[in-house]
């Protein structure tokens, strides 16, 4: 079982960044692949960024490449979602999520676990 808790979120102006946290439970966090997603209201669940067991491999969707940063540091049990020049179009509820495999995620149905989420609410 892993617990995840977000951290973060805010209220920022376009062009600000801001950093989210994702702190999971457990002794087996460095054996879960890690993944972003947001939610805008009326809007599906998306992917933002995923990134494997061992945090050399990464991925993002278009819409935030070269913007977002996803990491890990896995001594501390924590995935961070670093997040540049945001835009209004980024304002959502961010969340977390675990899946139980080595490689890359990007698929929401393969994710086991997930966080609570924090809002990120970008003004133009």
Request: charged share 15%; net charge positive; proline share 2%.
């Amino acid at each position: 079982q892993v617990q995840l808790v977000e951290s973060g979120g805010g209220l920022v102006q376009a062009g600000d960044s801001l950093r989210l946290s994702c702190a999971a439970s457990g002794r087996t966090f460095s054996s879960y692949s890690m993944g972003w997603f947001r939610q805008a209201p009326g809007k599906e669940r998306e992917f933002v960024a995923a990134i494997n067991w061992s945090g050399d491999s990464t991925y993002y969707a278009d819409a935030v490449k070269g913007r977002f940063t996803i990491s890990r540091d896995n001594a501390k049990n924590t995935v961070y979602l670093q997040m540049n020049s945001l835009k209004p179009e980024d304002t959502a509820v961010y969340s977390c999520a675990a899946a139980r495999a080595g490689f890359l995620v990007t698929t929401v149905g393969l994710y086991n676990y997930w966080g609570q989420g924090t809002q990120v609410t970008v003004s133009s």
